[in-house]
Nanobody
Framework: QVQLVESGGGLVQPGGSLRLSCAAS????????MDWYRQAPGEQRELVAG???????NYAHSVKGRFTISRDNAKNTVYLQMNSLKPEDTAVYYC?????????WGQGTQVTVSS
């Protein structure tokens, strides 16, 4: 059973930065595609950023240029560096891993951007 554990969320002022981490208890982590999603209250869950096993990345338009997704296969961990945070980035952030069509989700970490 694959487990994903997110950490690094919290309260930050507008313009600030946070780095989220997602640690995976998975064999062959390097071949998983990994994504970060977020869900704000009353909103649908949306894709924020993704990274393939080969290291290719993609981003939602709303975060492009501000967020960076990366992975450290030696540590079985994927990161989301979030800079220039805005109040509209407030949400629960979830990590997702995908391998041969099977999805695994973490429990989420709250990010609140407020002065």
């Amino acid at each position: 059973q694959v487990q994903l554990v997110e950490s690094g969320g919290g309260l930050v002022q507008p313009g600030g930065s946070l780095r989220l981490s997602c640690a995976a208890s998975a064999n062959f982590f390097s071949i998983y595609a990994m994504d970060w999603y977020r869900q704000a209250p009353g909103e649908q869950r949306e894709l924020v950023a993704g990274i393939t096993s080969g290291g290719s990345t993609n981003y939602a338009h709303s975060v492009k240029g501000r967020f960076t997704i990366s992975r450290d296969n030696a540590k079985n961990t994927v990161y989301l560096q979030m800079n220039s945070l805005k109040p509209e980035d407030t949400a629960v952030y979830y990590c997702r891993g995908v391998l041969v069509g099977i999805e695994y989700w973490g429990q989420g970490t709250q990010v609140t951007v407020s002065s």
